[in-house]
C-alpha cells in the first residue's frame, strides 16, 4: 500500500460533509483508513517545517473516537492543512487546489494558527477562547511588578502594598471556638525576614474538610505567591489585613519585569496561561488599525497592535499606560459611536410638532399649589424645546426622590393634547400606576381631561370601553402598567410616551409602547440618580435632563446607624411612631436564610417580628418571589393604612407612596450600596412629620462606618450616587448586573472620566458630517462587528 493523496483528500470531503462522525467504510473506520494512510508518508516527502507537526497529528489521530465534534473538526482541518504539501517522489501532486495562505485576523481560529505549538491551543480552548480576537481581547486582570517588589522588612504600616514571598507553611482548620469559622494561616517569607497571613471565612462549607484539604494543596510549602493588601502592626510583628493572595511560578520572578496575571480555570498554570497569549502576540505587529490617523494623533493614542503587546507584554510601567489608555478608548469610543448613530437614525423619522405654551398649561401652573422650583422650570423648558422639533424627543429626567418629575412629566402631556395628541404613561406596578392615575385625577379634572387607567387588574367590560375611546381620540391620557403594550392596545394620535422608572423596563417593552404611535416623542425618567459618566455609558443615545433641586419646605430624614447590638433602641423609635399612629417599613437583604450570606432574611424575620418582637402590631410581607397579586395586595394592604409594619427585600424600593410612612428601618445595611440606601429612604419623609431612616450594621471595620456616614451628613441623591461610583462601582448603582449596562472588560468609570469625556468627542466628530460612517469603511465593520459581539449575534464576513 502506498500514500494515496487523492483518496485522502476524498475522505478528508465526505467526514466533513457527514459531519465528522468517523465514517465506516468497507474495511475499516476513517479514523483507521487515515491513520494508515499517514503512516505511509516518509519523513522526507514533507517539508522541515511539518514534519514535527505531521506526527504530532499523527498522535492525535489516534484519539479520534475519544473526540467531540468540534476536537474532530479542529483535528482534521490541522491535517488538511499539511495534505496538499506532501510531495512523492516521482509521482505527480495531488491535484489538491492551494490558496495562499491569508494574513490573521481577529476571527481567524487559533486552531489554524501555524505559529501556535498545540498545547498551547488546547490551553486557550480550556479557557474558552476560540478565535484571535478572544485571545487578544483576554486582558489581564492584575499584574505584578518585580520593579516596584517591597521586602517584608520594609512594609510600613497603613500603606496598601504587595509583597512577593515563599509560602514556608499553611495551615486551615475551624475554630474551636466558633464551628462556623475557619482559619488560613500562612507563613510566608522572603530573603529580608518572615511574617504571619491569616484570611476568616465565615460559613459551613468552609468547616468542609473536603474544602479544606484542597486548600493544603494550592498553597503547599515552597510555592511563590503575592500578596496585597493593608500594613497592620501586630504585637507580634507586622501582617497584612484583608490579603489577596495570587500564586505565582518561580520563572516568573526577574527584576524589572511586569508579570500579567490572568484569570484561571480548568486547573491551567499561570504560566501555561501566559505562554499560550504570549505565542500570538508576534502576529499583532502589523495588525490593522481602522481607527483614523487624524483622531490618533488628535489624543496621542498609540496603535492598537501596538496596545495589544503593552496590555499583554507591557516592558515597563508607561509602556503598559499607554497601552490601557488606547484600548480604554476603543471600548467607550465605539459605544458612543453606537449611542450617536441611533440617536442620527432616530431624528431621519419624523415626529409631530406640539405645541409649546398653550391655554392649558398656562391653567394648570395657576392652579398649583406650589411653583415651580427652578430645575424644574428648566427641565420643563428643555422638553418644550424637544416637542417643537420634527424629530421624536429622546429625554431621560433624572431627579432625586421628591424632586417633582411627575409635575414636569404632567406639563409634556398636556403639551401633546393641546396640540391634539393623545399621551400615555406607563408605570412598572399597578400601584404605582394607581397613584399616578389619583394624582393626575386631581390635577386634571379641573381642567376637564379624561384620564383612564388600564391595569392588569382593569375588569373586562371597563378595558373594553377604554380601549374604545382609545381607539377613536376620546380618551387624551391613558396611565397604566405593562397592560399597555398589549397587541389589541390601539390608539388614535399618540403623540407622547412617558415611562416612569424606565430602568425597570426592558429595551423590547419600551419600544411596544412607541410603536403605538407614529414616531411618538419619547420621555423617560428615573429617581435614581446617576452620574454624568455613567448617564454617557448607558444613555448615550439619549438627551439628559436633571432636576437637581429639591421643593423648599421640604424635611430632612433623620438618619442615624446602629450596631446590631444596639438595635431594640430602633425598635423603641418604631413602638413610639406606631403608637402615634405612623407606619414603618422595615428592609431586609434575603427572602430566605443563606448560608452564604449572614443577613436576616424576610420569612422568617418577618415570622420573629410578628409573633415576639412587635407582638399585637399588624404586619405585611413583601418580597420578589411573591406573585405580582400578592405584592401589589402587600403594597395597598400599608398604603390604606391596614398593616402598620411592612416587612419586605428591596421591591419596596420603588412604587409606594405612603405620607404616614415615617421610620424605615434597614437591616444588614452593610450589604447595600449607597444609591439604594437613599432610595429606599426616600420612601418616608413624604408626610408632614418627622421622618426617621435607621440604619442597623453588624459590619465593624472603619470602612462600613465612613461609607454610610456619607448617608448620616448628606440629602443628595447625585452626590450620594458619584460616592457611591467610587466606592462600589456602576453595577450596584444600577442594581446586580443591571440590563442595559455595557460589558466594559477594561474600563473604570472612576479612573477614566477623562478618556470618555474624549471618546465622545471623537464619536461626535465623525458621527455629525457622516453618520453612516461611509468614509471610513474599517470603522464601521468593526463598530458593527463589536455590536454583534454584544447581542451575540453572528458576524457577517461578507
Known amino acids: 500500500m502506498t500514500w494515496d493523496a487523492v483518496r485522502v483528500v476524498k475522505a478528508l470531503a465526505w467526514e466533513r460533509e457527514e459531519g465528522y462522525p468517523n465514517l465506516q467504510g468497507q474495511q475499516c473506520l476513517f479514523y483507521e483508513f487515515l491513520k494508515e494512510q499517514m503512516r505511509l508518508v516518509p519523513l522526507d516527502w514533507l517539508p522541515k517545517p511539518a514534519i514535527n507537526q505531521w506526527q504530532v497529528l499523527l498522535a492525535e489521530l489516534h484519539h479520534y473516537p475519544q473526540l467531540t465534534c468540534d476536537q474532530r473538526e479542529a483535528l482534521i482541518e490541522r491535517i488538511a492543512a499539511l495534505v496538499p504539501h506532501v510531495r512523492t517522489p516521482g509521482a505527480p501532486s495531488p491535484r489538491v487546489q492551494e490558496t495562499p495562505p491569508s494574513p490573521p485576523t481577529e476571527i481567524s481560529s487559533i486552531q489554524e494558527l501555524e505559529i501556535l505549538k498545540p498545547y498551547y491551543k488546547t490551553y486557550l480552548k480550556n479557557l474558552g477562547l476560540k478565535t484571535l480576537g478572544e485571545v487578544l481581547r483576554y486582558y489581564p486582570r492584575s499584574y505584578v511588578d518585580y520593579s516596584q517588589r517591597l521586602l517584608i522588612k520594609d512594609l510600613e504600616p497603613g500603606k496598601t502594598v504587595t509583597v512577593i514571598v515563599t509560602i514556608r507553611s499553611f495551615r486551615c482548620f475551624t475554630s474551636p471556638k466558633n464551628p462556623q469559622l475557619t482559619i488560613a494561616e500562612w507563613w510566608v517569607a522572603d530573603r529580608s525576614g518572615r511574617m504571619k497571613i491569616n484570611r476568616y471565612f465565615m460559613g459551613k462549607r468552609y468547616a468542609n474538610k473536603g474544602w479544606q484539604e484542597q486548600q493544603k494543596k494550592i498553597y503547599k510549602t515552597g510555592t511563590m505567591v503575592a500578596i496585597s493588601g493593608l500594613v497592620k502592626e501586630t504585637k507580634f510583628s507586622k501582617t497584612l489585613n484583608e490579603p489577596a493572595i495570587q500564586i505565582i511560578d518561580e520563572e516568573s520572578e526577574s527584576a524589572g519585569k511586569i508579570i500579567p496575571v490572568y484569570t484561571l480555570r480548568n486547573d491551567l498554570k499561570a504560566s501555561s496561561v501566559r505562554q499560550a497569549i504570549h505565542g500570538v502576540l508576534p502576529l499583532v505587529k502589523s495588525w490593522p488599525d481602522p481607527l483614523p490617523e487624524t483622531l490618533k494623533k488628535q489624543h496621542?493614542?498609540?496603535?492598537?497592535?501596538?496596545?495589544?503587546?503593552?496590555?499583554?507584554?507591557?516592558?515597563?510601567?508607561?509602556?503598559?499606560?499607554?497601552?490601557?489608555?488606547?484600548?480604554?478608548?476603543?471600548?467607550?469610543?465605539?459605544?458612543?459611536?453606537?449611542?450617536?448613530?441611533?440617536?442620527?437614525?432616530?431624528?431621519?423619522?419624523?415626529?409631530?410638532?406640539?405645541?409649546?405654551?398653550?391655554?392649558?398649561?398656562?391653567?394648570?401652573?395657576?392652579?398649583?399649589?406650589?411653583?415651580?422650583?427652578?430645575?424644574?422650570?428648566?427641565?420643563?423648558?428643555?422638553?418644550?424645546?424637544?416637542?417643537?422639533?420634527?424629530?421624536?424627543?429622546?429625554?431621560?429626567?433624572?431627579?432625586?426622590?421628591?424632586?417633582?418629575?411627575?409635575?414636569?412629566?404632567?406639563?409634556?402631556?398636556?403639551?401633546?393634547?393641546?396640540?391634539?395628541?393623545?399621551?400615555?404613561?406607563?408605570?412598572?406596578?399597578?400601584?404605582?400606576?394607581?397613584?399616578?392615575?389619583?394624582?393626575?385625577?386631581?390635577?386634571?379634572?379641573?381642567?376637564?381631561?379624561?384620564?383612564?387607567?388600564?391595569?392588569?387588574?382593569?375588569?373586562?367590560?371597563?378595558?373594553?370601553?377604554?380601549?374604545?375611546?382609545?381607539?377613536?381620540?376620546?380618551?387624551?391620557?391613558?396611565?397604566?402598567?405593562?397592560?399597555?403594550?398589549?397587541?389589541?392596545?390601539?390608539?388614535?394620535?399618540?403623540?407622547?410616551?412617558?415611562?416612569?422608572?424606565?430602568?425597570?423596563?426592558?429595551?423590547?417593552q419600551r419600544s411596544l409602547l412607541q410603536q403605538k404611535g407614529m414616531e411618538p416623542h419619547v420621555l423617560t425618567m428615573t429617581a435614581t440618580p446617576i452620574p454624568r459618566t455613567l448617564a454617557l455609558t448607558i444613555h448615550g443615545d439619549l438627551d439628559v435632563s436633571q432636576i437637581d433641586e429639591l421643593p423648599p419646605g421640604r424635611q430632612a430624614i433623620q438618619t442615624t446607624i446602629f450596631p446590631g447590638s444596639q438595635r431594640h433602641f430602633a425598635y423603641d423609635l418604631i413602638r413610639r411612631e406606631i403608637v402615634q399612629g405612623r407606619q414603618v417599613y422595615i428592609i431586609l437583604p434575603l427572602i430566605e436564610e443563606s448560608e452564604k450570606l449572614e443577613a436576616k432574611a424576610a420569612v422568617a424575620e418577618y415570622q420573629k417580628l410578628q409573633e415576639m418582637t412587635f407582638k399585637g402590631c399588624r404586619l405585611g410581607l413583601l418580597h420578589g418571589r411573591q406573585t405580582a397579586t400578592e405584592k401589589d395586595a402587600a403594597l395597598r394592604a400599608f398604603r390604606d393604612g391596614e398593616t402598620q409594619i411592612l416587612v419586605s427585600t428591596t421591591v419596596v424600593e420603588v412604587g409606594v407612596d405612603v405620607p404616614n410612612a415615617t421610620v424605615m428601618m434597614i437591616e444588614n445595611a452593610e450589604r447595600f450600596g449607597l444609591a439604594q440606601l437613599h432610595q429606599l429612604r426616600g420612601r418616608v419623609g413624604r408626610g408632614g412629620h418627622q421622618s426617621y431612616c435607621l440604619l442597623v450594621t453588624q459590619g465593624k471595620g472603619e470602612d462600613t462606618q465612613q461609607r454610610l456616614n456619607v448617608l448620616t451628613q448628606s440629602q443628595d441623591g447625585f452626590l450620594i450616587a458619584e460616592m457611591d461610583l467610587r466606592l462600589r462601582g456602576p453595577g450596584e448603582i444600577l442594581g446586580t448586573r443591571q440590563a442595559g449596562l455595557p460589558d466594559l472588560v477594561l474600563t473604570s468609570l472612576i479612573e477614566d472620566q477623562e478618556i470618555l469625556e474624549i471618546a465622545r468627542q471623537g464619536a461626535e466628530q465623525l458621527i455629525q458630517p457622516d453618520p453612516e460612517l461611509t468614509n471610513y469603511p474599517q470603522l464601521k465593520t468593526e463598530l458593527s462587528q463589536r455590536l454583534a459581539r454584544l447581542t451575540g449575534q453572528v458576524v457577517s464576513l461578507s
Open 300 to 508: 496621542h493614542l498609540i496603535d492598537l497592535g501596538t496596545a495589544y503587546q503593552g496590555i499583554h507584554a507591557p516592558r515597563y510601567g508607561e509602556e503598559l499606560k499607554r497601552a490601557r489608555t488606547r484600548l480604554v478608548f476603543d471600548e467607550l469610543f465605539y459605544l458612543q459611536l453606537s449611542f450617536l448613530q441611533r440617536r442620527q437614525q432616530n431624528r431621519r423619522h419624523a415626529s409631530p410638532i406640539l405645541i409649546t405654551e398653550g391655554q392649558l398649561l398656562q391653567k394648570f401652573r395657576a392652579q398649583l399649589p406650589f411653583a415651580l422650583t427652578g430645575a424644574q422650570q428648566r427641565v420643563v423648558q428643555e422638553i418644550l424645546q424637544d416637542l417643537q422639533q420634527p424629530q421624536p424627543m429622546q429625554r431621560l429626567v433624572q431627579g432625586d426622590v421628591g424632586s417633582g418629575k411627575t409635575v414636569v412629566a404632567v406639563m409634556a402631556m398636556l403639551a401633546a393634547i393641546e396640540a391634539g395628541y393623545q399621551s400615555a404613561l406607563m408605570a412598572p406596578t399597578e400601584v404605582l400606576a394607581e397613584q399616578h392615575y389619583q394624582k393626575l385625577l386631581h390635577w386634571l379634572t379641573p381642567l376637564h381631561i379624561p384620564v383612564e387607567l388600564l391595569t392588569g387588574s382593569t375588569k373586562a367590560s371597563q378595558r373594553r370601553q377604554i380601549l374604545g375611546q382609545l381607539s377613536t381620540g376620546e380618551v387624551s391620557l391613558v396611565v397604566g402598567t405593562h397592560a399597555l403594550i398589549q397587541e389589541d392596545v390601539n390608539f388614535q394620535h399618540l403623540g407622547l410616551v412617558v415611562i416612569d422608572e424606565q430602568h425597570r423596563f426592558g429595551v423590547g
